[in-house]
Every structure is written in C-alpha cells, then in structure tokens.
C-alpha cells in the first residue's frame, strides 16, 4: 500500500532530521485538533523559572503555526536542510549534530528573551540552513524555479521572502547570527593561527553513530560549481579525520532545490 511505502522511505531518514519533523508535524496536528494549544507551548520566562513549565524550552521550538502556506513552507526548508546537514557534513557524527541543535537552542533562548521572542522555530530553521549553505559554497541553488545563485545567498533570500510575505524579520537575522556563530567557531577559528575547536561535543550526548557494517566504503560524487556533471572518485572508507571534508563533497552531490 501506498502508506506503508511511505513509511518506509520516511524511516529511511536519519534520525534527528526524522525525529524533529516528526515532533513539529505532531505538535502542528495536536494544536489543529484542539489538544493542545499554542499558549501551552510559547516560550514565556516567568512561567518556565517560576512555574517550572520547562517543557517550553523545547515546544517553541516545535510549533511553526496553523496549518497553510507558512507551515508547508517552514517544514520543507527544515526536512530538506537538516537532512543534507545530517547525511553530509555530519554523516556519522550524530552527537555532534544533536550538540549543533542544543548550542543553538540555548543561544536562540538567551538571545530571545532580549527581543520578546516566542516561538524559535524559523530561527532553527534559518540556522540550519545558513550553516548548510556556509558549507556548500559552490552549490547552485533554484529558488522555486526564479532565481538561481551560490548558496552563501540562500539565508538572505529566504530572508528577503519573509520580508515580501509581511513577516518581521528579527526572528530570521536571530538564527543568521546563531547559525554564523557555530559555523565560526566550528569550522573559521579553529583554522586561524593559534585557534583550536572551542565546541566540543559532551561525553552525556554518547548516542551510537549511524555507520556502515566495517569493511563498507563509499563512492562519493561531486557537483562542479558550474553545473557540470559530477566527477567520481575512487572509493575509499571515510577515516575518522577526514569525514568533515568528505561529508561535504557528499552534500554538494545533491541537488540544493528545496
């Protein structure tokens, strides 16, 4: 059945790109039956550290508004995005990913309560991108079939659409500057003369890499900057230091239309 073969396709996707869209497609649903409400979920200071409502750290994270144009279009960007994230230059290190999403969280959080902000979604979803398009600079990106340019540009085009579609764009320039900031401090920094990686993963985030059986090798394909077809490379295991840069090539592979 039909059903049944989209779940199969669906639990082919790594799994915290899975598990959180999975999580903002429920919460949507529970708030469009009337289970839940959206004042249940939006992230409020004083009942959080007074009230001990924690469970807002991480709702308003999850709740992108009502069903329609908006919702569609948020949750295209997170499951396209965070999933070539996660199957590129994150392939096999889930912690690490998962540490991107708390270091964001908590940045997002902090940051948010000097601008009244209640609902972080769209910043995650801003940062996710914004560091996917930092490390894929020679991706050509079609923006609904209109526009065509480098990655580096998708953030600020996104930015732009927000901006035609009358919504403020404080929660956008949030998750660019959040998104700048990991991927600084992650991947600029630690190439600088005297600098050295500053985000280190903690041991608490011990969850088991998605890897393949041993002795498994991957062929990796490569996009050119000009759209020409992709040049392959000898296959070869993945060592531990240098999956970030094959992570990557494995990203560029794919086409960047959302």
Same mark, same amino acid.
């Given at each position: 059945?039909?059903? !049944?073969?989209?779940?199969?396709?669906?639990?082919?996707?790594?799994?915290?790109? !899975?598990?959180?869209?999975?999580?903002?497609?429920?919460?949507?649903?529970?708030?469009?039956?009337?289970?839940?409400?959206?004042?249940?979920?939006?992230?409020?200071?004083? &009942?959080?550290?007074?009230?001990?409502?924690?469970?807002?750290?991480?709702?308003?994270?999850?709740?992108?508004?009502?069903?329609?144009?908006?919702?569609?279009?948020?949750?295209?960007?997170? =499951?396209? /995005?965070? #999933?070539?994230?996660?199957?590129?230059?994150? !392939?096999? *290190?889930?912690?690490? =990913?998962?540490?991107?999403?708390?270091?964001?969280?908590?940045?997002?959080?902090?940051?948010?309560?000097?601008?009244? &902000?209640?609902?972080? +979604?769209?910043?995650?979803?801003?940062?996710?991108? /914004?560091?996917?398009? *930092? !490390?894929?600079?020679?991706? #050509?990106?079609?923006?609904?079939?209109?526009?065509?340019?480098?990655?580096?540009?998708?953030?600020?085009?996104?930015?732009?659409?927000?901006?035609?579609?009358?919504?403020?764009?404080?929660?956008?320039?949030? +998750?660019?500057?959040?998104?700048?900031? /990991?991927?600084? &401090?992650?991947?600029?920094?630690?190439?600088?003369?005297?600098?050295? #990686?500053?985000?280190?993963?903690?041991?608490?985030?011990?969850?088991?890499?998605?890897?393949?059986?041993?002795?498994?090798?991957?062929?990796?394909?490569?996009?050119?900057?000009?759209?020409?077809?992709?040049?392959?490379?000898?296959? *070869?295991?993945?060592?531990?230091?240098?999956? #970030?840069?094959?992570? *990557?090539?494995?990203?560029?592979?794919?086409?960047?239309?959302?």
């Amino acid at each position: 059945m039909a059903w !049944r073969g989209l779940a199969a396709e669906f639990l082919q996707v790594p799994a915290v790109t !899975r598990t959180y869209t999975a999580a903002c497609v429920l919460t949507t649903a529970a708030v469009q039956l009337e289970l839940l409400s959206p004042f249940q979920l939006y992230f409020n200071p004083h &009942l959080v550290f007074r009230k001990f409502q924690v469970w807002r750290l991480v709702t308003n994270f999850l709740f992108f508004g009502p069903l329609g144009f908006s919702f569609f279009f948020n949750m295209l960007f997170v =499951f396209h /995005y965070c #999933r070539m994230l996660e199957e590129g230059s994150f !392939r096999g *290190r889930t912690a690490d =990913f998962v540490f991107m999403f708390l270091f964001g969280g908590v940045l997002m959080t902090l940051l948010g309560l000097l601008g009244s &902000l209640f609902f972080l +979604g769209q910043a995650l979803t801003a940062m996710l991108v /914004y560091v996917w398009s *930092r !490390r894929s600079p020679l991706v #050509r990106v079609n923006f609904f079939g209109l526009l065509t340019f480098q990655a580096p540009f998708l953030p600020w085009a996104l930015m732009g659409f927000s901006l035609l579609l009358g919504n403020s764009i404080l929660v956008d320039l949030l +998750g660019i500057a959040v998104g700048h900031t /990991y991927y600084f &401090l992650e991947d600029v920094f630690p190439k600088q003369p005297g600098g050295k #990686r500053l985000l280190l993963t903690p041991g608490f985030l011990g969850i088991p890499e998605q890897q393949g059986p041993a002795g498994s090798s991957l062929t990796i394909w490569t996009q050119q900057s000009q759209g020409s077809p992709g040049k392959r490379q000898s296959p *070869r295991l993945l060592p531990e230091a240098g999956q #970030r840069e094959q992570g *990557r090539a494995a990203a560029e592979r794919q086409a960047a239309q959302p």
